[in-house]
């Protein structure tokens, strides 16, 4: 696009540069201007709606503050997590995908994860969020968000990792065999 704009600019240069300097510059201006702006809203992921209907207006971290959804923004990839502390499989899964999330956020990786709690009550879920220094965002527990996600995804079991683009739309549902056996490379498959 941005090669395109600058032939743009450059044509309109050509034929306008004998009759007024001064056009040429602000046509010149306003086309930069509209790519910067392309850029920028591309780069943001400048349409997020459907991580609101998917996850609701506010997230929330595991010191319990209250994020903006909108923290999803300019993210390639949305992993969505499925867990609770009560399950043996969660239990031995979470350690390694907090490492690979670690090591993604450390290489300054496009991605977030949104943990849905299966757990069984709030307390639990912020004990598991903290034990196992969750940085990732998280589902409020009261929202009805979290049983919606399970149904929509069809998550008949945990831990379940899944990964959607910056358009919502689901990559795998099977994300946890490749953070097992590829570690933080998988990203660069999603």
Known sequence: ???????????V????????????????????????????????????????ELFGEKLIR?????????????????????????????????PVLVEVYNKLKADGKKF?????SGDRGEEAMFDYMNGEKMEWLA???ESDARQKLGDKFGVRSIPTLMILDDKGV????????????????AFDQW
């Open 1 to 11: 696009m941005r090669s395109y704009l600058i032939g743009f600019v450059a044509v």
């Open 13 to 52: 240069m050509a034929l306008t540069l004998c009759s007024c300097k001064k056009t040429v510059k602000t046509v010149t201006s306003e086309v930069e201007a509209t790519v910067a702006e392309t850029e920028n809203q591309n780069a943001s992921g400048a349409d997020i709606t459907w991580a609101k």
């Open 62 to 94: 595991r010191d319990k503050s209250e994020v903006s959804v909108d923290e999803l923004q300019g993210k390639k990839r949305v992993a969505i997590y499925f867990s609770a502390h009560w399950c043996p499989p969660c239990r031995s899964f979470t």
């Open 112 to 116: 977030e994860l949104v943990f849905v």
């Open 139 to 141: 589902i409020p527990f």
């Open 170 to 185: 689901v990559i795998t549902k099977n994300a946890r065999m490749d953070v097992m056996n590829k570690g933080a490379a």
